[in-house]
């Protein structure tokens, strides 16, 4: 759907109308640009790949290509408009037929050895849009391109709209249009995106409503990373076996599960993280910690240098604690946190012991600068 209608419509909506494109000599330029850079790196890939000691059947071929071919499409377009803005996305597209073309003639050779060139791959959509919006800027009709249909293909491609914007209702999914097996995700009344906790949302509403239009409003991948490990922390087991989703996140706004209405257990602890500024005062670090059973506690809870991510070592991936319910009680069973202390009760928690956790209770869990602290408090479900 994306890559034979949304894209094409996209690319059709930037192409009608753009004045660059009624040069005939620009848009022979970009074309052979195109193809000359994918020739050019290609040739330069062969050339370091040979120099890395790599030989034909060996990887030389596969090097050289993908270290050859640029990022010309979903990565470059976002960059191209920050750059020279949205009149240049035209030009852009044109200048991926030249790309096509040398990735399905040249490339498909250099990678099979077969000198037979099968143009009918070159057959997608975003071509044969490129190709009606080229032809209609020539004959000078694109501006006869109106009404209906014209609205249409924009908001499948650059008007388009996010289905949960709140300030237009436009694009919401009708129930009425669902099957059995798309209920409850695409009940958006039912399980709208502010289920996904206040991590998220505030990066969906960045991405898809401030910044649909606008990719220099939109998060950076640090960001979404960051979200991620945040609201997995918020993540509750459902207590109803049968639930579609299993979990859901916990936010001050959502205390049953929006999948199958069930509330939580009672009682639901949760750790507020907490680090030493000096002196002894701790400062909130914003970050919440649901102390459900079984919940794993890892070294990125316990110092903030360390994060869930590709770079945590295989050390800092293992679990230093967990969790226990055992009737109404919450245990956390220390495994390996060194520093570990009940600082109400003024006593050290060795690894393998545990430790009952009660409302108002303070963990000292790091005392290496900066100290860390939970503070353990209680959600009380309607």
Not at 75 to 101: K, R, Y
Not at 268 to 288: C, M, P, Q, W
Request: proline share 6%.
């Amino acid at each position: 759907m994306v890559f034979t209608v949304m894209l094409p419509c996209f690319i059709l909506d930037k192409i009608l109308g753009s004045p660059v494109l009624q040069s005939y000599s620009m848009v022979m330029w970009a074309i052979g640009l195109g193809f000359s850079f994918i020739l050019l790196g290609a040739l330069i890939g062969l050339i370091v790949g040979r120099i890395i000691g790599l030989e034909r059947g060996t990887g030389m071929r596969t090097f050289a290509l993908t270290a050859g071919c640029q990022n010309f499409g979903f990565t470059a377009a976002p960059v191209a408009e920050i750059l020279w803005g949205p009149g240049i996305l035209g030009l852009l597209f044109v200048h991926n037929i030249g790309v096509e073309l040398a990735m399905w003639s040249v490339g498909v050779m250099m990678m099979s050895g077969d000198r037979r060139i099968s143009w009918r791959r070159l057959l997608n959509g975003p071509i044969i849009a490129v190709i009606i919006g080229l032809s209609l800027v020539a004959l000078d009709l694109d501006s006869s391109v109106t009404g209906p249909f014209r609205k249409a293909m924009s908001l499948m491609g650059a008007g388009a709209l996010f289905i949960e914007d709140a300030r237009n209702p436009a694009n919401r999914i009708s129930p009425a249009f669902l099957e059995a097996f798309e209920k409850p995700w695409k009940l958006t009344a039912q399980v709208p995106y502010s289920c996904l906790g206040p991590q998220l949302s505030a990066l969906i509403e960045r991405a898809f409503v401030n910044g649909l239009h606008d990719p220099a409003l939109r998060p950076s991948a640090l960001e979404w990373e960051d979200a991620l490990v945040q609201t997995a922390d918020l993540m509750h087991p459902c207590a109803n076996s049968t639930c579609p989703a299993a979990s859901f996140v916990v936010h001050a706004g959502q205390h049953s599960c929006p999948f199958c209405g069930t509330q939580l257990p009672a009682p639901v602890l949760l750790a507020h993280s907490y680090f030493d500024r000096g002196n002894g005062a701790f400062a909130a670090s914003g970050r919440v910690k649901i102390l459900h059973h079984h919940a794993a506690i890892h070294s990125w809870h316990i110092r903030p240098e360390f994060a869930a991510n590709e770079h945590a070592s295989a050390a800092q991936a293992q679990r230093q604690a967990y969790l226990v319910r055992e009737h109404s009680q919450i245990w956390l069973m220390n495994e390996a946190i060194a520093d570990l202390r009940d600082i109400g009760a003024q006593t050290d928690v060795a690894p393998g012991q545990p430790v009952a956790l009660k409302p108002g209770q303070k963990l000292l869990l790091s005392r290496a600068n900066p100290a860390q602290l939970w503070l353990i408090d209680e959600i009380k479900a309607a």
